[in-house]
Nanobody, 124 residues
Framework: QVRLVESGGRSVQAGGSLRLSCVAS???????MGWFRQAPGKEREGVAVISTGGGGAYYADSAKGRFTISQDNAKNTVYLQMNMLKPEDTAMYYC??????????????????WGQGTQVTVSS
């Protein structure tokens, strides 16, 4: 079973940048890894997903142009570089893997493995 550990979340001012990291205990080449977030009182939503086999990256509209997902195969790690942060980016950010579904790649319901989350707080 894949174990995921996130880090990098902290408080930052609007306009700032953060890089989140997710280390996987086991690397899955044939699937996807991604970042999701959940703000208080809201449902968990997809932010960015990367194909671990080199098939590309997918972004939510809210992330396009500001966030970049990447991976380091040698370190079994996926990163989320977040630039131009906004207060509405405040949320718990979760790493996910083992996509089981095939319908909507940014749908949290399609992923079977989750990390414990890392908090990102953006102040205005």
């Amino acid at each position: 079973q894949v174990r995921l550990v996130e880090s990098g979340g902290r408080s930052v001012q609007a306009g700032g940048s953060l890089r989140l990291s997710c280390v996987a205990s086991k690397y899955t080449y044939s699937n996807y890894m991604g970042w999701f977030r959940q703000a208080p009182g809201k449902e968990r939503e997809g932010v960015a997903v990367i194909s671990t086999g080199g098939g590309g990256a997918y972004y939510a509209d809210s992330a396009k142009g500001r966030f970049t997902i990447s991976q380091d195969n040698a370190k079994n790690t996926v990163y989320l570089q977040m630039n131009m942060l906004k207060p509405e980016d405040t949320a718990m950010y979760y790493c996910a893997a083992e996509r089981l579904g095939q319908e909507r790649i940014l749908d949290p319901g399609e992923y079977n493995a989750w990390g414990q989350g890392t908090q990102v707080t953006v102040s205005s």
